[in-house]
């Protein structure tokens, strides 16, 4: 470890850059915005990838992959997507040694290409539902970029589906929302608030777009995971048609959804520390390190020893031993939790003289003495335990810093001090929501996905008409 | 199943045409020379990917992720590179609504990207080996296109590796090579001949290149996939060096090496016949399709049969049960056959009275009536005797349309009859590679890895001087 990490009470945007680049989980490219995932960082993307797409899977997706290049006209199909997309675009003029006669755009989402082709697969409803994901990058040309968060190329699956009706549509759209929740709260350990997003600030195309935001530790909202339902907006736009079961002709109902690389930033500023990364035992791409811990008299007897553990437990748990000669024990302590390994162990001679090994935890630092002969259940238990505890951790987190309020004079001063989640009543109308923000610089993360009655006889903590919503509120990444 | 395929003896380049369209692996996409995969030949192309990726980490690389743009300078800087890979460049020249100051290009492959990264991570001989591989698309700009073989966005994998030896480096570069081999030849049941790349056919930039060349049903070679040694090529235009064990600075020596999605076009043009695709089981997304075979009054039995088998199965195989009632039997025979699906399961009523079950091997057409007690096991056993048949039957062709030759008539008339691999001395100067070239359109796909003295007091077929190797010839994709 050549630095130190930044505090997070000192610079809490330094903190987060130092932990993406000190742990090597990507770097600087030399195109402005753009990002190098490194090894460290991409098998972390593995293990999310791996996980959705199980997920996706097994709700009936196929994946497939479509073009990195759209024509420019594509795009101009849909109006609001055009208006939505136009200033983030990449657009490449030359192809082999030529200038092309029509612009083609680097997909910064691939909507308008894949109902493209869904015009040519789509005749009747027996080729519906259509379920396909793909795992892809995107550009989208970004002023203000930072790793993970917000980078001009990122990786992403997007999903894009085909229905018959408009209610199969909304299930769906909803269902794949669900399915984001709980990846995040399950394998990532953080937990969301699953909502519908205002007018203001769906996708670019959509009839109604649902978010999962996630709270990180400045308590700004991120925005982790949206599901849009998108209508009959590309179906038109691409005269995409098919033959009900009653003989008609109609327009196919489409969702789209998508996570990107933006999760892993997501993740760092949820559980990490001052330490460095902290990472969920179930998408830890190692999940225990051994450290062997001797003088030049029992060396031998110990790097043997931690050889034979390294053996026995590499088939149940993802392991690595770290014998290198050339760095203290200290030195490598501090490198595995830089690195947010969950659990280490630590061998030295006396241990293996009393046969028990000491086990650390990286999310509470707390250090276990276990018998060796039961060190391999106990290492499953604490995974397990480190995994609920770090969701707990975040859940309490989160709760204690969401606020309910019914005044504006509160609204604004929780805001600019603690912050949080806020959530209040809202008229619905979108001037409300605009002149907060002008105001407060907080956005309505979400409104709940049904009106559901919680904000009866409430009034707008804007206007004071009557409030359709509690809306959550905050500022946000 | 729709249309009928081509056959071979009619039309060779429309019977591979119809096999890709008919059975969905891909389908044309509204850009030029792009390609969608469908569902059926993404899947296919995941199995691929995690076997070879599996190979990849087993031999101790990493995957990681570099940007898809890269600036036009830094393909400037290693000259052969450059001229090799201009003709063929997607330029972004517009970004953000802006005229970009630097043209960026699409990745057509990453040496010059990575290394710009590699020059900020290495600094000594104990950052090294460095060994990096990532998936990816890229953009090779082409004038005749065709689905898999040739398109000008591709997926692939392109391994980047740095050593602190010339000896290290060539020694990747053939490790490398034979991992490539051993998947082709053990998992897409494509045996290959290994060799090393002449001048003229090189990679551009490197200091060797070395091939595995498949020979596809039409007796044209295809290269499958390339290795190579970049020797200081790349570390001198990045200026990327490390300090020795011994305390001197030196350039650090690489490898790089790829397959791409053109392996699905060498999987289907080896292996399938008139009636579609035939996938080797080891790479087969689905292994085993049952049919249920039944009239009215036998329906509910024969189903509740079929789906019993199905539970039983597909724990164990990837399997699928057609059940569809819309289609004959004969119908859903054809479909699965064009597929490719490597094993079917017949069940009809008068199978369940006999406790068997008829099953139909793709490779070879045999049915074969099984016991429906040891249906589990003999699976298992056919499946791998497909698999190791698909091999046999490849390498038995490419064995007959291999020739020993050494006078040049007998050289053109067989390159213009038969077609093949011809093996033939040759001189060894460029001179006499290209005129055989012009002549004959046959190219050099490989000459052994070392001169191992097999042309010994041969001749040059077309100069007649000495010979130092024996070459192998052929017409190519």
Same mark, same amino acid.
């Given at each position: 470890?050549?630095?130190?990490? #930044? ?6 945007? %330094? ?107 789509? %005749? ?20 203000? #970029? ?5 980078? #001009? ?11 018959? =009706? ?55 909202? @991120? ?87 390294? %053996?026995? @437990? ?23 939790? @830089? %690195?947010?390994?969950? @659990? ?57 810093? =969401? ?75």
């Amino acid at each position: 470890m050549a630095e130190k990490i #930044t505090p997070r009470s000192e610079n809490y945007s %330094q903190w987060y850059i130092d932990i993406v680049l000190q742990a090597k989980l990507a770097d600087y490219a030399p195109v402005k915005g753009c990002m190098v995932i490194r090894p460290n960082g991409y098998a972390l993307w593995e293990k999310m990838r791996d996980v959705l797409d199980g997920m996706f899977k097994e709700t009936g997706h196929k994946n497939a992959y479509f073009p990195l290049l759209i024509p420019d006209s594509f795009l101009k199909r849909e109006a609001e997507h055009v208006e939505g997309f136009s200033p983030e675009l990449a657009v490449v003029t030359y192809g082999g040694g030529e200038e092309l006669d029509e612009p083609l755009i680097i997909r910064p989402t691939s909507e308008t290409i894949i109902w493209s082709m869904y015009k040519k697969w789509i %005749q009747s409803y027996r080729d519906l539902p259509l379920l396909i994901n793909q795992w892809a990058n995107v550009v989208r040309w970004e002023k203000r #970029t930072r790793l993970f968060l917000r980078t #001009t190329e990122f990786l992403w699956q997007e999903g894009h589906t085909a229905h018959e =009706t408009a209610d199969e549509a909304q299930e769906e759209t909803l269902k794949m929302l669900f399915v984001y929740k709980k990846f995040a709260e399950e394998y990532m350990a953080i937990p969301v608030l699953a909502g519908e997003k205002t007018e203001n600030e769906k996708f670019a195309g959509a009839v109604k777009t649902y978010t999962i935001e996630a709270m990180m530790q400045d308590r700004k909202a @991120l925005q982790a995971g949206t599901s849009h339902n998108l209508g009959q907006n590309f179906a038109k736009a691409f005269d995409v048609t098919f033959q009900t079961k009653d003989g008609t002709l109609d327009y196919v109902w489409a969702t789209s959804w998508g996570v990107s690389t933006r999760l892993i930033g997501a993740l760092i500023m949820t559980h990490s520390d001052d330490k460095g990364l902290i990472l969920p035992p179930r998408l830890a791409p190692t999940e225990v390190v051994i450290i062997p811990i001797y003088k030049n008299k029992t060396k031998a007897t110990v790097l043997e020893y931690c050889n034979r553990l390294y %053996q026995s @437990l590499r088939g149940k748990y993802s392991v690595v031993l770290d014998d290198d000669d050339q760095n203290t024990p200290g030195w490598k302590f501090s490198e595995w939790e @830089l %690195q947010g390994i969950p @659990l280490r162990i630590e061998v030295g001679p006396r241990d293996i003289e009393k046969e028990e090994v000491i086990l650390a935890r990286r999310d509470t630092g707390e250090k276990i003495s276990v018998p060796s002969k039961s060190l391999e259940q106990r290492i499953g238990e604490i995974l397990e335990d480190i995994q609920n505890n770090l969701f707990k951790r975040a859940a309490t987190f989160k709760q204690e810093n =969401t606020h309910g309020i019914e005044a504006y004079e509160d609204f604004k001063r929780i805001i600019d001090s603690d912050g949080g989640f806020i959530q209040a009543p809202w008229c619905g109308s979108s001037e409300c929501e605009l002149r907060i923000k002008e105001e407060t610089k907080a956005t309505i993360r979400a409104i709940p996905i049904s009106n559901n009655g919680d904000a009866n006889g409430k009034k707008c903590l804007y206007c004071g008409e009557d409030a359709k919503f509690i809306a959550t509120f905050a500022k946000s990444y």
